[in-house]
């Protein structure tokens, strides 16, 4: 996508259009950048808070519902969240009309810091069609905790909303997927707002450190993939080794200290 900073109605409804295309494909699960609907570059709280809207009215997650319901498709959207004037980077997953999920961003990026409350409810995996999809977003990525964990809780997908300005998300993927037996779906934005540039490139990439699918840098598209998860489910690495039981915690608690 290609959102114009602050035009939350035509931001949405073009997320419904493409959502509408990608019905051909029949799709389970459909990935929308994060900030979908607002834009990204906030100059202050005080803007942010203006477009920001709550999980239980919100106008951006009532359409989401309503899409979901009428085509069947489970959305995980990126919005500004208002809750009790705090703000969160947040992410919605809608099916079947019913809000199913929502996780609010753990790490923070760059300024967002001066906008967001960091995320206070850790990360949730959620049973979709009797597919388990982890939710994370963009800087998220950086902190390889972020995959292992989501993973370890049985994730077999882990939707990525972005809005990625560097280069190395997309190849580092390829890196946590491999590590974690895992499907990740990078869904991120295009074109520039303010001071920053945006890297597009959305991606699905495999278990196996395959790219099954990727978009522009500069264009908006839709990309869907069949995904095999037997793939994802099967941890043995060897007749011998299997990922997560091979693990040796007892050597890794400096990961837990403060």
């Known amino acids: 996508m290609r959102p114009i900073f602050g035009e939350k109605r035509r931001n949405v409804k073009r997320a419904v259009e493409f959502?509408?295309?990608?019905?051909?494909?029949?799709?389970?699960?459909?990935?929308?950048?994060?900030?979908?609907?607002?834009?990204?570059?906030?100059?202050?709280?005080?803007e942010a808070y203006r477009l920001s809207e709550s999980l239980e009215n919100g106008e951006t997650i009532e359409t989401l519902r309503r899409t979901s319901e009428d085509t069947d498709i489970c959305i995980v959207a990126g919005y500004c969240e208002m809750d009790e004037n705090r703000l969160y980077n947040s992410a919605v997953v809608v099916e079947n009309g019913r809000?199913?999920?929502?996780?609010?961003?753990?790490?923070?990026?760059?300024?967002?810091?001066?906008?967001?409350?960091?995320?206070?409810?850790?990360?949730?995996?959620?049973?979709?069609?009797?597919?388990?999809?982890?939710?994370?977003?963009?800087?998220?990525?950086?902190?390889?905790?972020?995959?292992?964990?989501?993973s370890l809780m049985g994730a077999d997908v882990i939707c990525h909303p972005t809005n990625l300005v560097h280069p190395y998300c997309q190849t580092?993927?390829?890196?946590?997927?491999?590590?974690?037996?895992?499907?990740?779906?990078?869904?991120?934005?295009?074109?520039?707002?303010?001071?920053?540039?945006?890297?597009?490139?959305?991606?699905?990439?495999?278990?196996?450190?395959?790219?099954?699918?990727?978009?522009?840098?500069?264009?908006?598209e839709?990309?869907?993939?069949?995904?095999?998860l037997d793939a994802a489910r099967d941890k043995r690495v060897t007749a011998y080794n299997h990922l997560f039981e091979d693990r040796r915690p007892e050597f890794y608690k400096i990961l837990c200290e403060g």
């Open 19 to 46: 959502i509408e295309e990608s019905l051909r494909f029949e799709p389970n699960v459909l990935v929308l950048p994060e900030l979908f609907n607002t834009g990204y570059a906030f100059s202050s709280r005080e």
């Open 99 to 150: 809000i199913i999920g929502n996780y609010r961003k753990i790490h923070l990026f760059y300024r967002e810091k001066l906008v967001f409350t960091p995320g206070d409810r850790g990360f949730e995996v959620f049973d979709v069609k009797g597919v388990k999809i982890g939710v994370m977003i963009c800087f998220d990525w950086r902190f390889p905790e972020s995959v292992r964990t989501l």
């Open 172 to 220: 580092a993927m390829l890196g946590s997927a491999v590590q974690n037996n895992v499907y990740i779906v990078t869904a991120n934005r295009v074109g520039r707002e303010r001071e920053f540039i945006f890297t597009g490139r959305s991606q699905i990439v495999s278990p196996k450190m395959e790219i099954l699918a990727t978009s522009s840098p500069d264009v908006e």
């Open 222 to 228: 839709v990309k869907v993939i069949e995904a095999d």
